[in-house]
């Protein structure tokens, strides 16, 4: 998209106070239904050994509130998935090819997180023109019910959790000075569909971003994929909220220039473990409605992901047999493409 256009954009979004003129102009239309006719990508690690797992491609896997930012002569994608209400948030250097990613969750976090994630851009120039991808979060109440949030989660379920996501993230970007060009908005009714039972769901959960060419594309991993150091990373985006050293900001995750996971330390209390034994009570609904933002638009295997997270609080009640002298848990790349911690 070229730069003037992006300034008449900014330019009605401002005088009308609102995402929805925005996701309303015709070039930003057209480009989510070439998004949406792009076949979904699954990445999934092979079982066998030989010369397809050994040569195949390396990526970035990002968890709920995560950000990275990545480099495209050591990376051949960046993504994440299992967005329900949240955003998948992309920012790609033109010129570097320099790609972050963050799995927004909470309008409390976007200020703080949209500058960590462009200060972690190696060689950034503010004169640098940087393309924005927004994918995920659907309607869950009426857009014109929502229309005046900005509040956090805390007050999601009256105005609904992805408006107010949403509006903040573009409410940000436009108030700063770096050259955005929107690429991508599929969000909110762009990304809304209606399931047998007549529940609105998101059409899409995740993406992933081709560091070669900077195509974005739509994407789900599988637990093979959703790597390294699974569990401790789900962990860390409950265990945040008590933690106040992350305060409105995302979870450190990744080393660019190392290409190496650098999973940062993140406190839990031990009535996380008493809160554990207590979910491990309830029945798969239970967990959903009590757990999920959206308990209609969750994954098959939501209810199994919370379940293996509380066991291993149950078992590791304290954060420090987790993150010895507070420090991070470091992964670096095997030969054949899995990872070991160091």
Same mark, same amino acid.
Request: glycine share 4%; net charge negative.
């Given at each position: 998209?070229?730069? #003037?256009?992006?300034?008449? =954009?900014?330019?009605?979004?401002?005088?009308?106070?609102?995402? +929805?003129?925005?996701?309303?102009?015709?070039? +930003?239309?057209?480009?989510?239904?070439?998004?949406?006719?792009?076949?979904?990508?699954? &990445?999934?690690?092979?079982?066998?050994?030989?010369?397809?797992?050994?040569?195949?491609?390396?990526?970035?896997? +990002?968890?709920?509130?995560?950000?990275?930012?990545?480099?495209?002569?050591? !990376?051949?994608?960046?993504?994440?998935?299992?967005?329900?209400?949240?955003?998948?948030?992309?920012?790609?250097?033109?010129?570097?090819?320099?790609?972050?990613?963050?799995?927004? /969750?909470?309008?409390?976090?976007?200020?703080?997180?949209?500058?960590?994630?462009?200060?972690? &851009?190696? /060689?950034?120039?503010?004169?640098?023109?940087?393309?924005?991808?927004?994918?995920?979060?659907?309607?869950?109440?009426?857009?014109?019910?929502?229309?005046?949030?900005?509040?956090?989660?805390?007050?999601?379920?009256?105005?609904?959790?992805?408006?107010?996501?949403?509006?903040?993230?573009?409410?940000? =970007?436009?108030?700063?000075?770096?050259?955005?060009?929107?690429?991508? =908005?599929?969000?909110?009714?762009?990304?809304?569909?209606?399931?047998?039972?007549?529940?609105?769901?998101?059409?899409?959960?995740?993406?992933?971003?081709?560091?070669?060419?900077?195509?974005?594309?739509?994407?789900?991993?599988?637990?093979?994929?959703?790597?390294? /150091?699974?569990?401790?990373?789900?962990?860390? !985006?409950?265990?945040?909220?008590?933690?106040?050293?992350? /305060?409105?900001? =995302?979870?450190?995750?990744?080393?660019?220039?190392?290409?190496? &996971?650098?999973?940062?330390?993140?406190?839990?209390?031990?009535?996380?473990?008493?809160?554990?034994?207590?979910?491990?009570? #309830?029945?798969?609904?239970?967990?959903?409605?009590?757990?999920?933002?959206?308990?209609?638009?969750?994954?098959?295997? &939501?209810?199994?992901?919370?379940?293996?997270?509380?066991?291993?609080?149950?078992?590791?009640?304290?954060?420090?047999?987790?993150?010895?002298?507070?420090?991070?848990? !470091?992964?670096?790349?095997?030969?054949?493409?899995?990872?070991?911690?160091?």
């Amino acid at each position: 998209m070229n730069l #003037l256009l992006v300034v008449v =954009l900014v330019q009605i979004v401002k005088e009308n106070g609102t995402l +929805l003129a925005l996701m309303n102009h015709p070039t +930003l239309v057209s480009a989510t239904k070439s998004f949406k006719a792009i076949p979904e990508r699954k &990445f999934k690690i092979p079982e066998e050994s030989g010369p397809e797992r050994s040569e195949k491609c390396k990526w970035v896997y +990002l968890f709920q509130r995560e950000y990275a930012t990545a480099d495209p002569a050591l !990376v051949d994608f960046i993504g994440t998935d299992e967005a329900t209400t949240c955003v998948s948030f992309t920012i790609r250097n033109r010129k570097s090819g320099i790609t972050s990613v963050a799995h927004m /969750d909470s309008p409390n976090i976007v200020d703080n997180g949209l500058n960590q994630m462009l200060s972690s &851009f190696i /060689d950034h120039c503010s004169d640098d023109n940087l393309d924005v991808h927004m994918v995920g979060s659907f309607e869950d109440v009426s857009p014109d019910h929502g229309s005046d949030s900005s509040g956090s989660e805390s007050d999601g379920n009256l105005d609904g959790y992805s408006f107010s996501l949403c509006s903040k993230i573009i409410e940000i =970007l436009i108030m700063r000075e770096e050259k955005f060009h929107f690429q991508t =908005l599929c969000v909110l009714a762009h990304n809304t569909r209606r399931d047998s039972e007549g529940n609105a769901c998101p059409i899409f959960n995740g993406l992933a971003v081709e560091m070669s060419t900077g195509s974005v594309i739509p994407a789900s991993f599988d637990t093979t994929s959703r790597c390294p /150091d699974e569990i401790v990373r789900r962990i860390r !985006v409950t265990a945040s909220y008590e933690d106040h050293q992350w /305060d409105g900001k =995302l979870l450190e995750t990744y080393n660019t220039r190392t290409d190496r &996971f650098e999973i940062a330390p993140c406190r839990w209390t031990w009535r996380q473990e008493r809160i554990a034994r207590r979910l491990r009570d #309830l029945s798969d609904s239970e967990v959903l409605h009590i757990c999920s933002t959206s308990p209609s638009a969750e994954a098959p295997d &939501f209810v199994t992901n919370e379940r293996r997270k509380w066991e291993y609080l149950i078992q590791h009640p304290d954060w420090k047999e987790t993150f010895p002298m507070e420090q991070p848990r !470091v992964f670096e790349r095997t030969a054949d493409g899995d990872w070991k911690m160091c």
